[in-house]
């Protein structure tokens, strides 16, 4: 079965920089986008960046000239590199993907890695 797993979270001061990676497992299938989510307290669970098969990717607006999302498709793996991260991108932070068996398609989420931005 499908597994993506979230690392790279932690505690960060503001104006620093974090990258979180999630890999994905598994056997017999193939992935299309996949994207980065996060939850804040209180908060419904928003987009931040998504990245295409191909590499075309789309950010939210308050991600863009900061974050970037890339993948390596080799290893299956999704990145987030985060920079200059304000005390407002602290959440919970899942990625997601796109997975195809017998072109049937599957979505499936990360357990989430923890963001917190603070002095």
């Known amino acids: 079965q499908v597994q993506l797993v979230e690392s790279g979270g932690g505690l960060v001061q503001p104006g620093g920089s974090l990258t979180l990676s999630c890999a994905a497992s598994?056997?017999?299938?193939?992935?299309?986008?996949m994207g980065w989510y996060r939850q804040a307290p209180g908060k419904e669970r928003e987009l931040v960046a998504t990245?295409?098969?191909?590499?075309?990717?789309k950010y939210a607006d308050s991600a863009k000239g900061r974050f970037t999302i890339s993948r390596d498709n080799a290893k299956n793996t999704v990145y987030l590199q985060m920079n200059s991260l304000k005390p407002e991108d602290t959440a919970v932070y899942y990625c997601?993907?796109?997975?195809?068996?017998?072109?049937?398609?599957?979505?499936?989420w990360g357990q989430g890695t923890q963001v917190t931005v603070s002095s």
């Open positions: 997601n993907g796109d997975f195809y068996k017998n072109y049937v398609r599957f979505v499936h």
């Open positions: 598994g056997n017999s299938f193939s992935i299309g986008a």
């Open positions: 990245i295409s098969s191909a590499g075309p990717s």
